[in-house]
């Protein structure tokens, strides 16, 4: 306007003025120069006001598929806000809405200028307010920095607040890498985890038994060892039909039929699937099989297999330690990701049966190359922690079970004559399945607690692969090797052993001090616990009549005979090595016969075999198969 009023003065003047001189005429001719300046000013100005308002659109739009699904979607869900209309829709409210939006978006325009937070994938659909933060953490969630990415994923662990649609939007948002961080944190809301994918349609002329036999017959059958060629032709020879006719007639031992010789009853729930899987477990600990199992569609045939036979733990057992170890190969983690396995596995984890969550754990530490250097091979469960954790780990503290033990079941509480209410078994405080996941790990939160699990068996009857004979020699280098992967060695360690599991940790240390790329284990050990050892043997080989259990003693059990040869050399050879590298060891031994079946009772491990020297000797009031506390 002053310009304007300029430019008039200036015309009147020349207009009226008498004929113009020089001086008017440098006058006017600067005048003109002054137009020409503010005029490139303005248009200046107003292309660069106008670029600047479209960057800002587009800097606070989305162009993503997922939002425009997620739009046309019927999600249903109630507003906290009043549904007073005039209270919400007056003319104060719709200023005050118009001053939040303005305010909203000269600060997100300030992010973008100085930080560029929706650069990207996310990039062009109007977000709403309430919206922003979600889109920031799904943005952090993807940084190239793995600090930042996994303080997006605790974050939104830690989010209670969001919509059901929010979740719905990072569940499909995110990427494989978030997903599984967010199945690791234990406060996440099981709504970030889409349901699998729907499982294929079976044919008509197929059933869940036709296709576990195409999948193990489809799977490499040459250069397997023989206890993967023994599960593996058992469970193509057999079927439903062939049980029940060897149920109904006469059993020959040493037959494959043989594992079922104690129930004449009807064929037990899951049987013919329970041989598959136990078959396909065994080509699972080998990397390009499960290869195989992936290509032939294994994934979702197991996960059907998991629904079908929810409430039988065998069959979840199995299905469990399958994925798990198909989980070792980082090429497949994308498979199983994208099949639905990481949302069942969050779910799981979060159960209250210790073995069910302890083998989705091991899945998930497997996926899970965020946090998660180490490798948890079969027969390696992780107790404490199981899920992310900021608190630093400052020990290992090792679980090794014994004769007809097994990872959890060993380290249960005592069990008592009395029926225990529902609400005791509910109250960890009162009753515990396995007391090294509940009470140690919450008096010792800085520990990594790890148990281990190997096959053992009183009798070559009851052994689960009847060719597979395997000494304590090849049992201790077979764990040893898993223990490498899982990191054990790399911060102080605590062995806690129960009857040949002391065996087993002996030789272990034995035969790391002979390696020195296992220097680690060695120096890393402050002590080590026996629970009932036989350090002499055991007279358990030599009660083998009228004992049904005991007619053929598995290799295990003549491994263990009183004043055994191996058994004393192994026992010199730990004596001097444990003083020279000064460990502090400390021996239980129990006080109580154990019952061998219904005919036989007696002590597996007396008194004068338990004891590793005669210093640092406990009785307790137990017996060798309950080593509880």
Request: net charge neutral; with cysteine.
């Amino acid at each position: 306007m002053s310009l304007a009023a300029c430019c008039v003065l200036s015309c009147r003047r020349i207009g009226t003025s008498t004929p113009l001189t020089k001086s008017h005429m440098m006058y006017w001719k600067d005048i003109r120069n002054v137009i020409k300046v503010t005029g490139s000013l303005i248009l200046g100005g107003s292309l660069v006001f106008t670029y600047e308002v479209l960057a800002l659109k587009k800097s606070l739009t989305l162009d993503t598929e997922v939002v425009e699904r997620e739009k046309m979607k019927s999600y249903i869900y109630v507003h906290t806000d009043s549904f007073n209309k005039p209270e919400n829709h007056g003319i104060v409210w719709q200023a005050r809405k118009e001053l939040h939006k303005a305010v909203r978006k000269v600060l997100a325009a300030s992010a973008k200028i100085l930080r560029n937070p929706f650069a990207g994938t996310f990039s062009t659909v109007d977000i709403e307010d309430h919206e922003c933060a979600m889109w920031l953490l799904l943005r952090k969630s993807q940084a190239d920095s793995r600090t930042e990415r996994i303080e997006a994923v605790q974050e939104m662990s830690n989010t209670h607040h969001w919509h059901d649609y929010q979740y719905r939007v990072i569940a499909q948002a995110c990427d494989p890498r978030t997903l599984i961080g967010l199945a690791r944190s234990k406060e996440s809301d099981l709504r970030f985890f889409l349901p699998p994918p729907p499982l294929p349609s079976l044919k008509e002329d197929s059933s869940i038994e036709e296709d576990l036999r195409q999948l193990l017959a489809s799977l490499p059958q040459t250069e397997l060892d023989e206890c993967i060629q023994y599960y593996t032709s058992l469970a193509l020879n057999e079927s439903s039909q062939s049980l029940a006719a060897q149920k109904g007639g006469l059993w020959c031992f040493g037959g494959n039929g043989l594992p079922y010789a104690e129930s004449f009853g009807d064929i037990p729930a899951a049987t013919v699937e329970t041989f598959f899987l136990e078959a396909i477990v065994k080509h699972s600990e080998i990397p390009t099989h499960c290869d195989q199992i992936e290509a032939k569609g294994g994934l979702q045939l197991l996960q059907r297999l998991h629904y079908l036979y929810r409430d039988c733990p065998k069959v979840q057992r199995n299905i469990m330690r399958i994925v798990g170890n198909m989980a070792l190969s980082e090429r497949l983690h994308t498979p199983i990701v994208r099949s639905g396995w990481v949302s069942i596995m969050a779910e799981t984890l979060k159960s209250h049966q210790i073995m069910e969550a302890s083998h989705a754990a091991r899945t998930l530490a497997n996926l899970d190359r965020e946090t998660v250097k180490e490798k948890y091979q079969d027969g390696v469960y992780v107790l404490h922690p199981q899920y992310r954790t900021s608190q630093p780990i400052k020990a290992d503290v090792l679980f090794i079970h014994g004769l007809m033990g097994a990872a959890f079941k060993t380290w249960r509480q005592h069990d008592s004559e009395k029926v225990l209410a529902e609400k005791d078994l509910e109250d960890e405080n009162r009753y515990t399945t396995c007391w090294p996941k509940t009470w140690l790990a919450k008096d010792c939160p800085a520990l990594r607690i790890i148990s281990v699990e190997y096959d053992t068996a009183l009798s070559d009857w009851r052994a689960r692969c009847p060719v597979e004979r395997k000494t304590i020699a090849f049992r201790s280098s077979e764990l040893l090797s898993k223990l490498t992967a899982a990191g054990v060695g790399d911060r102080p360690l605590i062995w806690i052993s129960h009857s040949m599991g002391g065996l087993l940790v002996k030789k272990m240390l034995l035969e790391a001090s002979k390696m020195p790329e296992l220097s680690t284990i060695i120096n890393n050990t402050r002590g080590i616990i026996f629970f009932s050892v036989p350090h002499h043997g055991s007279r358990l080989a030599e009660y083998s009549v009228n004992v049904r259990y005991l007619l053929f003693p598995s290799l295990e059990v003549k491994e263990l005979s009183k004043d055994s040869p191996a058994l004393k050399t192994l026992q010199d050879d730990f004596l001097e090595f444990a003083k020279d590298k000064n460990f502090q060891v400390l021996s239980f031994v129990e006080t109580q016969p154990t019952f061998i079946g219904s005919m036989l009772k007696l002590h597996i491990v007396p008194v004068d075999s338990a004891g590793i020297d005669c210093r640092n000797l406990l009785l307790i009031c137990a017996c060798e198969v309950n080593p509880h506390v």
